[in-house]
Nanobody, 123 residues
Framework: QVQLLESGGGSVQAGGSLRVSCAAS????????MAWFRQAPGKEREGVATIGTYGETTYADFVKGRFTISQDNAKNTLYLEMNSLKPEDSAMYFCAYKPRTGADLLAYDYYYWGQGTPVTVSS
């Protein structure tokens, strides 16, 4: 079992920055992938960014150049640094984990999920 706890969400004006974190605990595997997904009200969950055991990353086109995913292996913590935020970035942001490599952004491929942290960007 792996437990995920997100934090750091909040409200920011358009053009601003925010960093969300995800603390992982439990049976962390030697090879894994972690990702950020988001879901806005009335919309489907969509993948934002993923990172693998060795730091390989994949980003959704709509965040490339604005968001950066990173991890602190010593702290078992995942981060998402979000810059140049837009109102359309407003959503609940979820952390996800799967016990194997593979930098995809397919929600069904991830085994464990956090409860989410809200991000609101005002214009």
């Amino acid at each position: 079992q792996v437990q995920l706890l997100e934090s750091g969400g909040g409200s920011v004006q358009a053009g601003g920055s925010l960093r969300v974190s995800c603390a992982a605990s439990g049976a962390i595997h030697r090879r894994y992938s972690m990702a950020w997904f988001r879901q806005a009200p009335g919309k489907e969950r969509e993948g934002v960014a993923t990172i693998g055991t060795y730091g390989e990353t994949t980003y959704a086109d709509f965040v490339k150049g604005r968001f950066t995913i990173s991890q602190d292996n010593a702290k078992n913590t995942l981060y998402l640094e979000m810059n140049s935020l837009k109102p359309e970035d407003s959503a609940m942001y979820f952390c996800a984990y799967k016990p194997r490599t593979g930098a995809d952004l397919l929600a069904y491929d991830y085994y464990y999920w956090g409860q989410g942290t809200p991000v609101t960007v005002s214009s």
